[in-house]
């Protein structure tokens, strides 16, 4: 179920590109569920959607109207970027995130194993509002500790950042809608969070992953207070076997966690492979990237990131 407003709504073209991407990936046997519809966008795709042009994310909590939608719709995975119109109006961060919390436990009343995909949401900066870049900012820094506190192994809240590398000037028609470079930037972001739910298969215990072999390199992509940018290069060492699975172990740096994860599927600090990159054949490497935060003062991060295959 794609939840939120007229971002995630009409016309929302980035569900179709994530759509599209998704069945060229393997992943056909999905169904986008939602009681609203729209085929405005380019490309052919499964346009149901609950994306209410206008819709606050508190007034659709107070209102109780996901519930119904829920019922209709009966979703395993919502993936949400809401609130861009209660930031707007100038709603305090806790009261957006009360409303959150309220949406999250509908969603698990609806379905106990839920699965919900957040948004860090895309930066606005509309002419008549002159105060929602930053607001928008300072929203988002909260996204990541609300998740945490309310994530279970049952029902995991992932945090997608859909902010970083997104420029309203750039990537929205009117300062707020995405066009296409920005729907392709949306369901870029959205497509390894989300495949990484659909990764077929069991994927077994992570930290019983085999006796494979393989190694893991860490590089810091990009460092900024407060956070960095990470990538792991995963090699399988072995000059003629076949591995089918890897498992990644991080050892962060104090104070520093993981708040998204691309290419992977995390469970705490391990990430195993996605349902497509588990397969490496002798000599050949693959990737994941994450996100990270740490304390504002912290040095360059160093990550030690151990693999074990089968």
Same mark, same amino acid.
């Given at each position: 179920?794609?939840?939120?407003?007229?971002?995630?709504g009409?016309?929302?073209?980035?569900?179709?590109?994530?759509?599209n991407?998704?069945?060229?990936?393997?992943?056909?046997?999905?169904?986008?569920?939602?009681?609203l519809?729209?085929?405005?966008?380019?490309?052919?795709?499964?346009?149901d959607n609950?994306?209410?042009?206008?819709?606050?994310?508190?007034?659709?909590?107070?209102?109780?109207?996901?519930?119904?939608?829920l019922?209709?719709?009966?979703?395993?995975?919502?993936v949400?970027?809401?609130?861009?119109?209660?930031?707007?109006?100038?709603?305090?961060?806790?009261?957006?995130?009360?409303?959150?919390t309220?949406?999250? %436990?509908?969603m698990?009343? *609806?379905?106990?194993?839920?699965?919900? =995909?957040? !948004?860090? &949401?895309? +930066?606005? $900066? /509309?002419? #008549?509002?002159?105060?929602?870049?930053?607001?928008?900012?300072a929203?988002?820094?909260?996204i990541?500790?609300?998740?945490?506190?309310?994530?279970?192994?049952?029902?995991?809240?992932?945090?997608?950042?859909?902010?970083?590398?997104?420029?309203?000037?750039t990537?929205?028609?009117?300062?707020?809608?995405?066009?296409?470079? %920005?729907?392709?930037?949306? *369901?870029?972001?959205?497509?390894?969070? =989300?495949? !990484?739910? &659909?990764a +077929?298969? $069991? /994927?077994? #215990?992570?930290?019983?992953?085999?006796?494979?072999?393989?190694?893991?390199?860490?590089?810091?992509?990009?460092?900024?207070?407060?956070?960095?940018?990470?990538?792991?290069t995963?090699?399988?060492?072995?000059s003629?076997?076949?591995?089918?699975?890897?498992?990644?172990?991080?050892?962060?740096?104090?104070?520093s966690?993981?708040?998204?994860?691309?290419?992977?599927?995390p469970?705490?600090?391990?990430?195993?492979?996605a349902?497509?990159?588990?397969?490496?054949?002798?000599?050949?490497?693959?990737?994941?990237?994450?996100?990270?935060?740490?304390?504002?003062?912290?040095?360059?991060?160093?990550?030690t990131?151990?693999c074990?295959?089968?």
């Open positions: 179920m794609p939840l939120g407003d007229s971002i995630t009409s016309p929302g073209c980035w569900r179709s590109l994530l759509w991407q998704l069945q060229t990936a393997g992943y056909t046997d999905i169904d986008f569920v939602g009681t519809n729209a085929q405005s966008c380019a490309l052919a795709h499964d346009a609950e994306g209410h042009g206008g819709f606050q994310a508190t007034a659709t909590a107070d209102q109780n109207l996901l519930p119904g939608w019922a209709a719709t009966r979703p395993d995975i919502v949400m970027h809401f609130g861009t119109n209660d930031v707007w109006s100038s709603i305090a961060p806790d009261t957006v995130l009360a409303a959150f309220k949406l999250v %436990g509908q698990r009343a *609806a379905n106990p194993s839920m699965k919900v =995909l957040v !948004a860090q &949401l895309i +930066p606005i $900066d /509309p002419s #008549d509002c002159a105060g929602c870049a930053a607001r928008t900012v929203f988002n820094q909260r990541p500790a609300w998740a945490r506190g309310i994530s279970t192994a049952q029902s995991p809240v992932t945090v997608v950042d859909q902010w970083t590398g997104f420029d309203s000037a990537d929205t028609y009117d300062g707020v809608h995405p066009n296409a470079s %920005g729907d392709a930037k949306m *369901a870029a972001r959205w497509y390894p969070a =989300l495949s !990484a739910l &659909l +077929p298969g $069991d /994927p077994g #215990d992570p930290g019983d992953p085999g006796s494979g072999g393989c190694s893991a390199a860490f590089r810091a992509v990009s460092v900024w207070q407060g956070g960095y940018q990470g990538e792991i995963v090699t399988n060492t072995s003629t076997a076949v591995i089918s699975s890897w498992s990644v172990n991080l050892t962060l740096p104090a104070g966690r993981l708040t998204q994860v691309w290419n992977g599927a469970t705490g600090t391990t990430v195993r492979n349902g497509w990159n588990g397969t490496v054949t002798a000599g050949a490497s693959t990737t994941f990237g994450f996100l990270a935060s740490t304390p504002p003062a912290a040095d360059t991060p160093s990550v990131a151990t074990s295959a089968s």
